[in-house]
């Protein structure tokens, strides 16, 4: 392992240092935050030999952008973007090699994906919190690049004199940013006992993210109801996806970030699988919901679970078949 340096050349409006989160925080009354995108953010790491839950740059906006000192292994994944590597445009979701003195940027655009996640072999040096590099700012720990990343890392390139993305054809499992209205499945939770026809209405209608949204939850303009009586409900926990309905006539969504009991009426939680796309929705993304059972979300969950790991295997084999280690625990799972 040596250090390389990164020189950070560009950032977005948000870029900071990000994981999958802090684990058994919630037990502590700590959030455990995270990747709003937790899909992108696992695939960015297995795509450059790290563990899925190793630390990654996460950006929102702008166009970060940095010059290694040293030839790195990367890759970018999270919503629609243009990647250039000294100015010649590369593959997002593909690993990519950027060689030392060359400049990686990253353009997303946030009308079709919030968010982008760039992964680099090896680990990245920065501070933690409670085993985690998630920033919390309502805990004080905040994240900045500054204008020099410094990371530890094993790659030395591979033994061909050219390394493409076609020359493993891996079988990336893509988050898609379709055009139009997103799809979000959601599974009913008892709260919708509480407000009568409202499961009818939230399958019927439209729901738009507005500028209010952030990594607390999303906020969203469109027809809500409210319970019939003015009966104080008892604050209870609340999950990541939660379908939170306060005082005020808008939907709002949950995420990482958020309080971890309320006193609003739930009416639904949305299911896993769902739960990338809604980490790149921004403002103006207009989204519908879809009712399904608890099998349903379970089934379609385990579906991209099982996506991952035949990643893991293949990015595994075939970085091995070129000389390449990637870290002992990529396959974990």
Known sequence: MTTVGLDITGTGWITTFQDLGRRDSER??????????????????????NPRG?????????????????????AVTGGPARVTVGGAPVDSWSPVVVPAGQELR????????????????????????????????????????????????????????????????????????????????VVESHGIQAIPGVRELIAESSYVVTGRS????????????????????VSHGVPIGALQIPHADELIVLGRYRSLTAGYPIVGVASRASLPLLGQAGPGRELRFRW??????????????????????????????????????????
């Open 28 to 49: 502590r009354g700590v959030p455990t935050g995270g990747a709003a995108d937790q899909h992108s953010a696992a695939v960015a790491n297995v795509l450059v030999g």
């Open 214 to 233: 952030n990594h607390v939850g999303l906020r969203l303009d469109g027809p809500v109801r409210h319970p019939d009586s003015d009966t104080e409900i």
């Open 106 to 185: 990253v353009r997303g655009d946030v009308g079709l994906g919030a968010r982008t996640y760039l992964a680099v072999n090896g680990v990245l040096t920065t501070e933690t919190l409670l085993g985690s590099a998630a920033p919390d700012a309502r805990m004080g720990f905040t994240q900045s690049l500054g204008s020099r990343v410094c990371l530890e890392s094993g790659f030395r390139g591979f033994r061909r004199s050219h390394f493409t993305p076609p020359l493993f054809r891996l079988p990336v499992p893509v988050l898609r940013c379709p055009d139009g209205p997103w799809v979000i499945d």
């Open 54 to 74: 190793a630390t990654l740059i996460e950006n929102l906006g702008g166009e970060p952008a940095f010059v290694p000192d040293a030839d790195v292994l990367v």
């Open 292 to 333: 399904v059972d608890r099998e349903t979300s379970v089934r379609r969950f385990a579906r991209r679970e099982g996506e991952l790991r035949v990643l893991e295997r293949a990015t595994a084999d075939a970085f091995g078949a070129l000389g390449f280690e990637p870290s002992a625990h990529l396959i974990q799972h």
